[in-house]
């Protein structure tokens, strides 16, 4: 046989199973990128997606060694390749359904992982496992060289699945996103499948079916959108998400949690990452950033320049604080996704202005191109603070934890600089704490924890860890600043027993087992992630009018998450005063001041069920116990108040118990507090309204319309403008009246 005829004999074959394996790879990082909508991102998921992709690799392999020995090679490739083609699009509609089936996040999370990879994945990857030996076998039948053959094969598959990954890596998913490159290779599976075996009549059927799943699927008409979302071939669409992109590392989105004030918050897979009050970047959202602030204006010493180095960007909810509090500041924000700081910029209020330094590439290389440059004598900064806020209980840097980073940190950040690290455990767990902790002890002399005092020890919480040279009083600091937070600052005993938890293990680069020390908490989320959707589904429940699956569903909330007790025994007694079921209402609300109790106040969000309460009590005529449930109201607003002064929503909540006690004056000076904060709502201003009305204070309540009528002439809201000028006069006469002799 001639060397040309061979190599076109050999050609084919080559070429097929390039292509397939190519697919195999593709699938498989994408298969990543899928799952980390309800799963996230972290040694779990790659470990059960390369485990589960290379476990149908396997049982292909073996299962298409039989059936190229039965049945004809050409015939054989064109079915499996439409298969494989229909598993792809069953792929899509798969993981829609299987990430909403609620008995699999009963499952412990690795196994929960698990079975959605395998439901998902595991029969693409079964059937394109077939494909190598039944094209080494049609190879073979054309009489070429056992070894050369084989040899090529595996080559050419190799190369396949090199060129699937860097394809699929470096360009697809970026490019056109995950959804898109699975109806891609699903195409180039059916055209494959055709091309083998152009009379395969089934092939065809499965081509019409194909694009029409595909305009359904993928079409923004409207009808497409309705029969893709019905066959799972679409999510729901969230009208609240305003941005959102596949990236090189996640998937980004943001999400509108309300429009007045405007705020969003900043999703990275399934993680909520930060969130912020577009234009007003002073209000810090999260309780570690709260801290954050607190110990950069203690020790900031009225300096008006910092330099600073914050390791994650996230939606840049606190380098545009540092921005705007200390202008002229070298901030430099080492963010290794460029789409974080993309989507940060489109809808997060990120100014393509900004003063702030990104660096988009791994905090690690960052801090070792500066010490290169600082031992060549070559200019590099000294910090004043560096905040790393680059942790999450699912995925851990583990080379931004370890005692060698800590080393090379030290020597980045000045005499009297600081180092503050946010992080997530459990108190009860504390094995990455204690392992954080002590590891960072044994580079700065100096290290202190504050967390959050209104915490339930087995739940998840955030802890901040402030490393330094130099001695220092976190609380005096925080207290001066004044944070508003229940703050707790862990002493001599709790480090104790944060090194009794972690057994004194040492982070360092040769052992960082984070994942292992975080395993517990992670089960402890996916009971969170249950209760959320137990707490979705009882919504869902309401809305239907079908009230006892939803209280049934808000039940099930709280017994899994504790943190949702209280909010979800509040929405059952509304569910029971909807029936004027009204003694079951009254129970609900007091087993959830029994929780709030029984907790010792680590839930400070009672103040609405004492309210509700009280209402109930007055409706049932028992005037004692209302303004007993009124007045506990009003105490518990005021230290909730206290922790969130700029919650308009919290001084309606005290106006109201203001005025059930009948104090209307006091309800006033709440409700103008509302007002102040949120000037654009109509409850507000209804209610400051109603209250001044009923004092007869009919002048204050006048200048106060005019104030709205002038801020809705500025947003030419028209129709607002002539109702609050009729109000105006409605007022005017009444006052009339009043000043009529009797």
């Known amino acids: 046989m001639s060397k040309s005829k061979g190599f076109l004999s050999i050609l084919i074959p080559s070429a097929t199973v390039f292509l397939s394996s190519a697919c195999i790879m593709i699938i498989e990082l994408v298969a990543s990128r899928l799952i980390a909508r309800h799963l996230g991102s972290s040694l779990y998921t790659w470990t059960a997606v390369i485990g589960v992709v290379l476990a149908g690799i396997t049982i292909g392999n073996y299962a298409g060694g039989r059936i190229a020995d039965k049945f004809q090679a050409r015939k054989t490739l064109a079915t499996i390749f439409v298969l494989s083609s229909v598993a792809c699009v069953a792929v899509v509609i798969l993981n829609n359904l299987v990430g909403e089936w609620i008995w699999l996040w009963k499952l412990s999370w690795p ?172 209000n810090l959202q999260y309780f570690y950033s709260k801290i954050f602030a607190g110990i950069t204006h203690g020790l900031s010493n009225s300096e008006k320049k910092l330099n600073t180095m914050i390791i994650g960007g996230g939606g840049y909810a606190f380098p545009q604080y540092l921005e705007k509090n200390w202008p002229g500041s070298q901030i430099d924000v080492v963010e290794i996704d460029p789409g974080v700081t993309k989507a940060a910029t489109e809808a997060f209020g ?220 509040n929405e059952i007694a509304m569910l029971q005063i909807s029936q004027n079921n009204l003694t079951a209402a009254i129970k609900a609300f007091k087993t959830a001041i029994d929780y709030h109790k029984n907790t010792k106040g680590c839930q400070n969000v009672i103040g609405t069920i004492y309210l509700n309460l009280g209402t109930l009590y007055q409706r049932t005529s028992q005037r004692d116990k209302a303004a007993k449930s009124f007045k506990a109201a009003i105490k518990q607003f005021n230290i909730e108040i206290s922790e969130q002064p700029d919650s308009a929503i919290l001084y309606s909540r005290l106006g109201d118990a203001h005025a059930s006690m009948g104090d209307l004056n006091s309800a006033s000076k709440a409700f103008a507090k509302a007002l102040k904060l949120e000037p654009t709502n109509p409850s507000h201003l209804q209610n400051l309204i109603k209250a001044l009305e009923f004092q007869g204070k009919y002048d204050e309540a006048i200048k106060i319309l005019k104030e709205q009528i002038k801020l809705a002439r500025y947003h030419n809201k028209t129709a607002v403008t002539a109702k609050l000028q009729q109000h105006i006069e409605f007022l005017k006469y009444k006052k009339s009246k009043q000043n009529l002799p009797k």
């Open 350 to 569: 990120l100014s393509k202005n900004t003063t702030i330094n990104t660096y988009s590439m791994d905090a690690r290389n960052f801090v070792d191109e500066l010490l290169r440059k600082k031992n060549a004598g070559l200019n590099a900064p000294l910090y004043d603070f560096v905040y790393e806020d680059a942790i999450n209980d699912y995925s851990v840097p583990f080379q931004l934890v370890t005692r060698e980073f800590n080393e090379k940190m030290i020597q980045l950040i000045k005499d009297d600089g600081v180092y503050i690290i946010n992080m997530i455990d459990t108190y009860n767990n504390a094995r990455f704490l204690g392992a954080l902790v002590g590891t960072i002890k044994q580079t700065f002399p100096n290290v202190y924890v504050v967390t959050n005092r209104i915490s339930l020890p087995g739940l998840r919480d955030t802890y901040v860890i402030i490393a330094s040279k130099r001695d220092m009083n976190p609380k005096e600091i925080l207290n001066n600043y004044g944070t508003n937070l229940k703050l707790r600052y862990f002493n001599e005993k709790d480090f104790e027993y944060l090194s009794q938890k972690s057994n004194n293990i040492i982070l360092t680069d040769n052992y960082a087992p984070v994942e292992n020390l975080l395993a517990p908490v992670v089960r402890q989320s996916s009971k969170e992630l249950l209760a959320r959707k137990y707490l979705t589904q009882a919504k869902d429940f309401r809305k239907e009018n079908e009230i006892e699956k939803s209280i049934e569903k808000f039940t099930l909330a709280a017994q899994l998450n504790p943190s949702m007790t209280i909010k979800a025994y």
């Open 111 to 282: 196994v929960r992982v698990f079975s959605h990879v395998s439901l998902v994945f595991f029969g693409p990857a079964v059937l394109l496992g077939t494909i190598s030996p039944v094209v080494a076998k049609m190879a073979l039948d054309k009489g070429l060289s056992t070894g050369r053959t084989i040899g090529d094969i595996y080559a050419w598959g190799a190369a396949g699945s090199i060129f699937g990954t860097f394809l699929a890596g470096f360009y697809l998913i970026p490019t056109i996103g995950t959804t898109a490159i699975i109806w891609s290779v699903a195409t180039m599976l059916l055209v494959m499948g055709i091309l083998y075996w152009v009379r395969l009549w089934p092939g065809y059927l499965w081509a019409i079916v194909f694009v029409c799943a595909l305009l359904t699927g993928t079409s923004s008409a409207t009808w497409a959108k309705e029969a893709g979302l019905s066959l799972g071939l679409r999510v729901k669409e969230d009208p609240n998400v305003l941005y959102e992109d596949d990236t090189p590392y996640c998937h980004v989105a943001v999400r509108q949690l309300s429009k007045e004030p405007d705020h969003r918050e900043f999703i990275q897979d399934k993680l909520r990452h930060s969130e912020i009050i577009m234009g007003d970047v002073d």
